[in-house]
């Protein structure tokens, strides 16, 4: 999975407000009663759609209003909002944003990488035992095709980690 910084916004937003919409209308009204964490997400999720003066003028009369204001004008060009963002000039809540989609890309890459360790794991206690991949799928219950990926062509987005640890407990236990 490649997880786009716009992608990962959206979920973002979403996952602080507790809301499953992308309308900035609904985000926004969130933001302003009950959900204010959410404040400089939502920002960072409207310029990056280019429409952080958008998001600034709907949020005329709330506490938002002068901040947003502020900040459409430094998050003008969607194309630089990631690099702003990684700036001293940002301001510290809005750098934030960006460290936490780097914490959340990282953790699916080094996710891969202990899959990818599992795997070597599960071929070496398959060695020498009668462990077959159809077997294994049966008695797991699992898809034969994203198994035979895995273990065959080494393509670790096919299972997650807990069904790769399923596999090498299967695989160790089994003789």
Do not use: H
């Not at 997400?41 to 506490?63: C, H, N, P």
């Not at 060009?77 to 750098?95: K, T």
């Not at 034969?144 to 299967?170: C, H, M, P, W």
Request: contains cysteine; positive net charge; proline residues 3%.
């Amino acid at each position: 999975m490649n997880l786009t910084f716009k992608g990962f916004l959206r979920l973002y937003c979403r996952e602080l407000t507790g809301l499953k919409t992308d309308n900035l209308r609904k985000l926004r009204d969130s933001v302003a009663t009950t959900m204010p964490a959410a404040a400089e997400a939502l920002m960072v999720f409207a310029a990056v759609q280019d429409k952080a003066r958008y998001l600034a003028s709907i949020s005329e009369g709330t506490w938002m209003e002068r901040s947003y204001a502020q900040m459409a004008e430094l998050l003008d060009d969607p194309e630089e909002v990631s690099f702003f963002l990684q700036s001293p000039e940002a301001p510290p809540r809005y750098r934030a944003v960006w460290n936490a989609y780097i914490a959340r890309r990282y953790a699916i890459a080094g996710d891969r990488l202990i899959i990818a360790g599992i795997r070597e794991q599960t071929l070496q206690a398959m060695k020498g035992r009668d462990v077959t991949v159809y077997r294994l799928c049966k008695d797991l219950g699992l898809n034969k095709g994203n198994i035979y990926a895995f273990l065959s062509k080494g393509d670790n987005t096919k299972v997650s980690q807990g069904t790769a640890r399923r596999i090498l407990e299967y695989a160790c236990k089994a003789s």
